[in-house]
């Protein structure tokens, strides 16, 4: 909430004091606590090779990367050779196939003139199924090859940004070594940690306040992980960042509710002047005269504070000029 601020001017000749006034708002509040939070991504991974060699390129930092883009390769030299030996294997197996095939039917018909022993026409049928057999382990053999080419070619799981090169290129990498860090810079978010007291006061979709370069905005509360930590007694909180100028990495603070919401009437902090031991506050009623109004305060809401006292919706309370005025003294204020 914001108000705008009606500045003073004294008119010619006139014995008015030129003041500022803002008004008093009657809302619905709910006292709150500003906890520190950092702007992280959604998808920030560590990409790790799926096969082992060497590697032959490696995507500079700063690149952007598509999901299913390749950000490293590795030489998958030794792999083809070891492709092209399996498929002659198996065009060898093939070959021992059609020759087996064609004996067996050769003996079935040398059997029914009883030229042929069962025994054969058995052995001869065994022979080819145990071919068979090892056909289909060549053929998932190149299928396990022809992976482990595909593999030479680290792909991003998402779109994102290469902020890291884990490894350089030239270097050997096995099976699960980390080569590149990749960051989705779309999908953000912002992570904060709560005291568990004030757990029961959120949930999620509800709007909060978020403080970035001096400029406050509202985004919903996306998650709350309900476990706290043993020594600190802080559970994590995940708000929405929906501010395109939040970058990955930034500080920012953000308010969360310490209590339940109830109505009340809310000033500027600026409209109250304390004296001794009295606070109290500078109303201008209609015929533009100060009057004193003894008000308590409440909780605080930023750069409103509650006030407990006369004090009603809509009326136009000092926030500047009200360092000499008496009650009863003449003002003016632009705009009436």
Excluded: C
């Excluded at 095939?101 to 026409?121: F, G, V, Y």
Aim: proline share 5%; hydrophobic share 40%; net charge negative.
């Amino acid at each position: 909430l914001s108000f705008i601020p009606m500045i003073a001017v004294a008119q010619p000749g006139a014995p008015a004091s030129p003041v500022a006034v803002e008004e008093a708002l009657r809302d619905t509040f709910s006292a709150s606590l500003w906890v520190s939070g950092t702007v992280i991504s959604r998808n920030d991974s560590r990409i790790g090779a799926e096969t082992a060699g060497r590697l032959t390129w490696v995507a500079d930092v700063g690149t952007r990367i598509a999901f299913g883009e390749p950000l490293a390769t590795i030489d998958d030299t030794d792999l083809r050779l070891d492709l092209r030996d399996s498929e002659a294997q198996l065009e060898s197996l093939r070959a021992q196939r059609r020759y087996q095939t064609a004996n067996l039917d050769r003996l079935r018909r040398l059997a029914s003139s009883n030229n042929a022993s069962a025994n054969d026409i058995d052995q001869a049928q065994s022979t080819l199924d145990m071919t068979d057999q090892e056909i289909r382990r060549a053929e998932v053999a190149i299928d396990q090859i022809d992976r482990r080419i595909e593999q030479t070619r680290v792909v991003a799981p998402f779109a994102g940004v290469v902020v890291e090169r884990l490894v350089q290129v030239g270097e050997f990498v096995g099976r699960g070594d980390q080569v590149a860090r990749l960051v989705d810079t779309e999908n953000r978010e912002i992570r904060a940690s709560a005291p568990l007291s004030i757990a029961p006061y959120l949930r999620e979709g509800l709007e909060v306040s978020i403080e970035h370069r001096d400029e406050e905005s509202l985004s919903p509360v996306s998650r709350i992980i309900p476990v706290g930590d043993e020594r600190s007694r802080m559970f994590e909180v995940r708000i929405a960042a929906e501010d395109p100028s939040l970058v990955v990495g930034s500080p920012v603070r953000v308010a969360l509710p310490t209590g339940d919401p109830r109505e009340l009437v809310a000033i500027p902090r600026d409209a109250l002047v304390l004296r001794g031991t009295e606070v109290f506050v500078l109303r201008v009623n209609q015929e533009n005269t100060v009057e004193k109004i003894t008000v308590n305060t409440g909780i605080g809401l930023g750069s409103l504070i509650e006030v407990i006292g006369d004090v009603n919706d809509g009326d136009r309370v000092i926030t500047r000029g009200a360092e000499r005025l008496q009650p009863g003294q003449e003002v003016s204020i632009a705009n009436g």
